[in-house]
C-alpha cells in the first residue's frame, strides 16, 4: 500500500529575533538570549533537524583571522543571519556602537572594553560553532568562552613587547608553557592569556571575588576554597591592606609575565645537565601565576605547579596523622607562609631603596647528573677522568643537636626528599622538603622546572631568600613569624645559600640495617 508523503516542515517566521540589550558593565550578570529555529532536512533520508535561526539578526566580525571571517559568514548563512562589515573607531580601545549590526563576533587577542550602551551583543567565534554543532540555543551566560575576555577599561596587558620571542623556537617538549605563550590553550582549542588577562583585570576587592576569579580561571566552580579562606579570615591581621595593595600589585606582577619572560624558559629535563637563572621578580611572578593557578596541567613526569589543592584540599591520606587532627590546619598554615611572602615583596617593591634588589639578585635553579660510564677503580675509586665515585677524600662530619639546616650560613643544604622538586608542597606533603620549600618560597620555582630526578640526579637551587620561620612538623607545622634574611649576596648578585634535592632511598623502620650493607654503596644508585 502506497504511504503518503511526509510533509515537510516549513521554517518558522519571526520577528527581528533581536536579544535583550545587555548591561555590559556586569559580564557575569544573567541575559536573555533570544532565538528563532529553522528545520534543515535531508531530502535522501528525510530526517528532520531544528536549528536555531539568526533571522532578522545582523553579524559584523571584530579582531578576526581571514579563515575565522569564512566560517563565521558560513556559519550566519547556514542560520539565515545577514553580515554586515564592523569598524573600530578611529583606532580606540572601546568601540563605536554598531548601528547596523545586532551581534559582533570578536576575537580573542583584541582588548576591547564594551561600553555599557552599545546596543549590540559581543559573541565569540566558538559560541556560533557551538550553536552550530548542538543545534541548540545556548545562552551567552552559560559559559565565560561564548563572549570575548571581559576586559577591564585601559587595559594594555595583552601588548607583548617588540623582542617576545614566539616562533617555532618554542617547544613544548623542552620549554615551560607559561600562560601568556600563545599555545597555552584552554577547551576548544581557545588561547588562555587574554582570560587570564581580563579576569585578573577586573576589580578583586575580598576572598569572595578572589575565590571567584580563581574558579572562573580553573573551570571549578563547585569546589569552595576553604583553606584559601580560613588563612586570610582567621590569620590575616590586614585584610584591607590584602585586597587594596598586595594583591593589586601581585596581580601588575603576574600581568607581567610576557615582559619578564620575553623568551622561551628551559626545562630542566631528565639525564641533561642544565641550569635556568631567573631574577627575584621573575621567580616572584611564577610563583603568583601558581597561585592563581593559571598554569596548565602538568604533565607526570613533573610536579604540578598550581595552589588549588592547598585551597581545597582533598582528604588526607591514610598514613597521614592528619587524618585524626585538623584536616586543613597543615594547609592553611602553608597558605599563611606563602601569603607572608607576598606582602614582603609588595612592601619591598613599594620601598624606593628596596625595589631594585628583586630585578638584580638572582637565583639558580639546576639539575646536576652523576656520570655512571666510567668504571671504578680497584681501590673503589673512579679515576680522574670521572665516574660515580669522587677521587677527593671525604670531609669529616659533625652531627649538631641543636639548630636548623637554614641556621649553618654557608653549609650546603642536602635535602632527603622526593624525586619531583617540592614534593607535596602544593598537596599535603610538609615535612622536611616541604617546610623547607615554604621558608624559602623562591624554591617553589623548581616544581615547575624540574622533571622528576632518576637515581643518579639531583636538583641544586642558589640564591634563594628565607622570608619566613617555622615551628612543628607534619601535621603540626605552622608559621612562626617572618625572617630577615642576614645571608650575603656575592658579587654575581647570588645569596650564599645553596640546597640540594635528592629522591632518598625509603627504609622501612624493621629493616633499616640494610642502608649499610656494603653492596649498597657500591651502586651509584644509593647515593
Request: proline share 6%; net charge negative; hydrophobic share 40%.
Amino acid at each position: 500500500m502506497k504511504q503518503p508523503a511526509r510533509r515537510k516542515r516549513r521554517a518558522k517566521g519571526g520577528d527581528d529575533g533581536g536579544t535583550v540589550p545587555p548591561d555590559k558593565n556586569d559580564f557575569f550578570k544573567k541575559r536573555t538570549l533570544k532565538m528563532h529555529t529553522i528545520v534543515a532536512t535531508d531530502e535522501a533520508e528525510e530526517d528532520v533537524t531544528i536549528m536555531p535561526s539568526f533571522a532578522g539578526w545582523t553579524f559584523a566580525c571584530l579582531g578576526l583571522s581571514a579563515a575565522e571571517e569564512t566560517k563565521v559568514r558560513e556559519i550566519v548563512r547556514l542560520h539565515r543571519g545577514r553580515m554586515d562589515d564592523g569598524r573600530l573607531d578611529g583606532g580606540r580601545r572601546h568601540l563605536c556602537r554598531y548601528s547596523t549590526c545586532s551581534h559582533v563576533v570578536t576575537g580573542y587577542w583584541l582588548p576591547v572594553t564594551i561600553e555599557a550602551d552599545d546596543s549590540a551583543v559581543y559573541v565569540t567565534l566558538h559560541w556560533l560553532e557551538q550553536v552550530h554543532a548542538t543545534t541548540q540555543n545556548l545562552p551567552l551566560d552559560s559559559s565565560i568562552l561564548f563572549q570575548p575576555p571581559p576586559f577591564h577599561r585601559h587595559s594594555f596587558h595583552l601588548a607583548y613587547p617588540h623582542e617576545y620571542i614566539i616562533t617555532d623556537s618554542f617547544d613544548p617538549a623542552m620549554h615551560v608553557e607559561l600562560p601568556c605563550v600563545p599555545s597555552s590553550k584552554l577547551c576548544f582549542d581557545i588561547p588562555r592569556w587574554p582570560y587570564v588577562v581580563a579576569l585578573l583585570t577586573r576589580p578583586i576587592p575580598d576572598v569572595d571575588a578572589l575565590e571567584h576569579v580563581i574558579h572562573l580561571i580553573t573551570g571549578q566552580q563547585g569546589t569552595r576554597l576553604r583553606c584559601l579562606r580560613r588563612a586570610i579570615d582567621e590569620y590575616v591581621e590586614d585584610a584591607t591592606t590584602l585586597f587594596t595593595v598586595t594583591l593589586p600589585y601581585m596581580v601588575s606582577t603576574a600581568l607581567a609575565l610576557p615582559l619578564l619572560f620575553p623568551s622561551p624558559v628551559p626545562l630542566l629535563t631528565r639525564q641533561v645537565p642544565s641550569s635556568v637563572t631567573l631574577t627575584k621578580r621573575q621567580a616572584a611572578c611564577l610563583i603568583i601565576h601558581a597561585f592563581l593557578c593559571t598554569f596548565t596541567a602538568a604533565n607526570t613526569s613533573f610536579n604540578h605547579f598550581h595552589f588549588f589543592d592547598v585551597f581545597a584540599p582533598s582528604a588526607p591520606p591514610d598514613w597521614s596523622n592528619a587524618a585524626t587532627t585538623d584536616q586543613d590546619a597543615t594547609a592553611v598554615q602553608k597558605l599563611v607562609t606563602v601569603l607572608h611572602y607576598f606582602s614582603r615583596f609588595t612592601t619591598d617593591n613599594l620601598c624606593d631603596n628596596t625595589n631594585h634588589r628583586y630585578d638584580q639578585q638572582v637565583i639558580t635553579y639546576a639539575r646536576h647528573v652523576l656520570d655512571t660510564t666510567t668504571p671504578s677503580t680497584d681501590s673503589g675509586m673512579a679515576g680522574d677522568s670521572g665516574g660515580w665515585a669522587d677521587t677527593l677524600p671525604w670531609t669529616s662530619v659533625h652531627v649538631h643537636a641543636n639548630g636548623a639546616i637554614e641556621d649553618d650560613v654557608g653549609a650546603v643544604q642536602v635535602d632527603f626528599a622526593n624525586k619531583f622538586a617540592g614534593g607535596g608542597v602544593l598537596g599535603h606533603g610538609c615535612v622536611q622538603e616541604e617546610i623547607r620549600f615554604l621558608m624559602n618560597p623562591e624554591c617553589l620555582v623548581a616544581c615547575l622546572l624540574t622533571e622528576v630526578l632518576d637515581p643518579t640526579e639531583c636538583f641544586v637551587i642558589s640564591g634563594t631568600e628565607q622570608y619566613a620561620a617555622s615551628s612543628g612538623y607534619g601535621s603540626t607545622f605552622a608559621f612562626a613569624g617572618g625572617v630577615l634574611d642576614l645571608v650575603p649576596v656575592d658579587v654575581n648578585m647570588m645569596r650564599d645559600t645553596v640546597i640540594v634535592g635528592i629522591d632518598a632511598t625509603k627504609y622501612y623502620r624493621n629493616n633499616a640495617w640494610h642502608q649499610f650493607r656494603p653492596e649498597v654503596h657500591s651502586s651509584p644508585s644509593s647515593i
